[in-house]
Structure formats: structure tokens, C-alpha cells
């Protein structure tokens, strides 16, 4: 990490030197104006920007909150602790990057002064723009999707364990150095890093992603990779036998945890790679809803226009 990214961050700020001063804790009005401890967005970001950086607040305990926002904890240096409420005592260390969703209510217990860890502060909005290349997979997408909604679904956050991987390091230190430039000309750019740094987390999921909260939770990824990677033939009594669970317990725990059954999720990733090849291919739609695995072309063309407004056809014309 460059020095002079490192020696910014490393600066007190006020808030440190009010709680150093007066051996005092978090400031709640700061973060939040509600009873319940939820930190709102709006104290936290410039009007008209999707997404900020703030160091994390040392030598305090952090009490347990929320935040309406999807969380991204980036950790530099040393070393930080979190526990989930109703979940896992997390400790990050060097390299670790921490997704938390706008359900994960958790604590933080207090840093030193050589721990180093930045949140980055990211709008829902950020997601509702034009579909990038982490919609694909499924851990990743599916984790955004459930923290977008109302509903409480399987995961309140994901760990992904990132020192050494070159790429992901490099993107951290280009989105921190391009937030401490305060240009309004920036945001472009900021965006576009998020983006390059969410598609390289999911590139490398299957190396770095830890999602530690249950065995439930960790049964529904086990499903949903089985799913993306056997999209075409897969089936509920192939997975089962895989995981080591009867089909009408599997059938159940799905259905709880991402608010689909087995049938949907495995049409949810068709329909998926269909978009996909639509885009970025020149492959007819015939040839399409042979490679995704289906047989029967008109209920294809249904499904399809179900999900997304507009015949295959269409769909290629807009988005080609």
C-alpha cells in the first residue's frame, strides 16, 4: 500500500481526538438520528453520490447497529473484531475485505492505534445501474440482492480473505487514493473501481469467500455454486446425494434461505446466462435454449419475456 495513502489514514481525526481527550465512546448523533442504532447513509455521504470512505473509528467500542447501506470494511493493517448479533465473532485481519448487509446488526470492539481498517459506504442505487459482470455469480449477486430487500434472507455478510491477490490489492489502493482526491469529477471513476473490484471478488470467490454465519448458510452456497456450475442438466436429487441431505429437507432450506425452490433458482440462472449470451455472443436464440438446457422453445420465449419485459430478440437489440 502506497505510504502516503497509509500516513492519511493513519491521521487521527476529530472524532479520535475527542474520544482520546476525554476517554469517551462513539457519538451516536454522529451516525444516526433514531432511537434504534441504524447509520443513515445521509450523515455519511455527499448529496448525489453513491458511494464514500471513512476510516474506521479507533480506540472506541462501536456499540451494536445497523447500517441502511451495504457495508464494505476493507482492513489495512493490524487487525479488527466484529461480532454479528445472533452470529459469528469475525476478526479481520491484513487484507481481509468484509460485505455486511442492511440487516447484519453487529458490535466492534475497540482498535488500537496500528489497526487500520476503512468503511466504504455503498448506496443501494449503486446496484440499480446498468448490469455488470458480478450479476453473474451467484454468492456474490444473490448477497446484494438479499440485502437490497425488505426480506432477511441467508447471509448477513461475506468475508473474503485477499492478501496477495495482486489484482484486488491494487484496485483497493486505486478506489482509496482516487476517494482522497474530493474531486467532483471522480465519481465516474469511483464507480467504475467498485465495479472492477466486486467482479474480481467474485472471480476469485471459490479462493477467498468465507461466509461463516451457519450451517444452514453454509448448505445454501454449497447449493447455489452446485447451481451456477450445473446450470444446464442439473438436478435436486444430483445435489442432494452431493451435499448429503434427503430432497425434501434440501427443498425446505432453499426455499427459507433465498425465497426460491430448487426449480426456480436453477430457471433463474438460465434465463441468466441466456441474457448473457444474448449480449455477448451472436448466437441465435435457438442455439441459446439448447446451450442453457432447455427443450421447449415456447416456454422459453415465455419465461424469458416474464422476467425481463421483452422478447429475446429485443432484449439483444437493447443491450447488444
Known sequence: MNKEILDRLYALTSEEKIIIAGDSGITKEIYSSEDEF????AKLLEQGKLIAMRPHTRFAHFPI???????MLIMLNGSLTTKIIDGDTIELKEGDILLLNRHARHEILPCGKDDLAVNII???EFFSRNSVAYDRENILRDFIIASLSDKKRYSDFLLYHAKGLLTVENLVEN?????MQKRNNMNLIIQSSMDLLLMNLAAFSSETLKDMRNKAQNITISALEYIDMNYVSGTLDELAAIIGYNTA???RLLKNNTGKNFKQLLQQRKLQQAAYYLENTILTTERIIEKIGYGNSAYFYKIFTEKYGCSPKEYRKKYK
Do not use: A, K, Q
Open 122 to 124: 455503498i448506496l443501494p
Open 65 to 71: 447497529h445497523r447500517h441502511n447501506y451495504i457495508e
Open 249 to 251: 429437507y434440501l427443498s
Open 175 to 179: 478506489l482509496l487514493w482516487t476517494f
Open 38 to 41: 441504524v447509520i443513515d447513509s
